[in-house]
């Protein structure tokens, strides 16, 4: 009998990814379900890079085992890739070829193709079928890359900042074709991103890498329930001081009132205090700011 642990689509035990003296990577943890989208967010530098190259085969863990589907990846690469999709960050073809051929081309290489999805997709994103790849438009690019990467219908889709560099359409494009594929498939992916607003909606799951280390792995919605955001006006006598019992992650005051994010109970009921829905980029800012001071 197979156990849960050996059809997880991702593992990561302890991986570290070491450059000389520095440290990229260090003990990171986490696990994603079947049918899952895990968000991977973190700052520039924060080590996301290295961690999908590893859990991509491109790159050997220094230390630690990043496993797909029960395989270790590093030394199952060849037959772990058939269940893969990737949209790389740089959207990436041979710059002659037409969208028309790639899709040929592409086609001719899995036994579980789906032309008509490939088809249908290409032509939501209103992407010219003759015009050369290196002709088409950065958000073009990307798109096309998405519908590639579907066309196999892999198990496991990872998409490395699929929508930098796009307009507000484009995203919107991108983030409708993910939706639709996993109400039909669902398909597990692991992303990348800056863009929170977007994903917000799309993430079953949040890990924060900062400086190596995975600062947070939780459900999005567990992340909320713990975190309260609160504001006062300048009119309100309320003590910064008196929101230690809430364990403030990040306040400040000034002339126009104040605001935090508090970590513990419900604040609710505190004279002055007024309570708002917290957006994932506000959490982020506030739990990477934190770990700024600490570190």
């Given amino acids: 009998m197979t156990s849960q642990v050996e059809t997880l689509p991702i593992a990561c035990h302890q991986v570290g990814v070491r450059y000389g003296r520095t440290q990229a990577l260090n003990q990171a943890s986490f696990q994603v379900e079947p049918g899952q989208v895990y968000a991977l967010l973190g700052r520039n530098g924060s080590g996301k890079t290295s961690l999908v190259r590893c859990l991509l085969g491109h790159q050997k863990p220094t230390a630690g085992r990043v496993e797909l589907f029960g395989q270790e990846v590093w030394s199952a690469r060849q037959t772990l890739m058939h269940r893969v999709g990737v949209v790389a960050e740089e959207p990436d073809a041979p710059p002659l070829m037409t969208t028309r051929q790639l899709v040929r081309f592409c086609g001719s290489l899995y036994p579980t193709w789906d032309q008509a999805g490939v088809d249908q997709r290409l032509g939501r994103f209103r992407i010219p079928m003759d015009l ?9 690019k990307g798109q096309v890359s998405l ?9 496991l889709l990872v998409l490395d900042d699929p929508t930098l560099g796009l307009d507000a359409v484009a995203r919107r494009e991108v983030y409708d074709e993910l939706l639709g594929e996993l109400g039909e ?32 792995d939780a459900s999005l919605e567990d992340l909320k329930a713990r ?16 929101l230690a019992p809430f364990a403030p992650l990040w306040s ?44």
């Fill in 132 to 140: 050369p790849f290196g002709r088409l438009s950065r958000g073009q």
């Fill in 147 to 155: 519908a590639l990467a579907l066309g196999p219908k892999p198990a």
């Fill in 185 to 216: 498939r669902g398909t597990t992916v692991l992303i990348t991103t800056h863009d929170l607003a977007g994903i917000e909606g799309l993430a079953d799951r949040i890990g924060i890498l900062h400086q190596g280390r995975l600062l947070v």
């Fill in 227 to 242: 975190h309260r955001k609160v504001s006062w006006a300048p009119t309100q006598a309320v003590d910064p001081t008196d």
């Fill in 252 to 295: 400040r005051t000034g002339s126009l009132g104040g605001e935090a994010i508090l970590t513990q109970g419900d604040p609710s009921q505190v004279p002055g205090l007024q309570v708002h829905p917290l957006s994932l980029e506000e959490l982020f800012v506030a739990l990477v700011g934190e770990a700024e001071v600490a570190s």
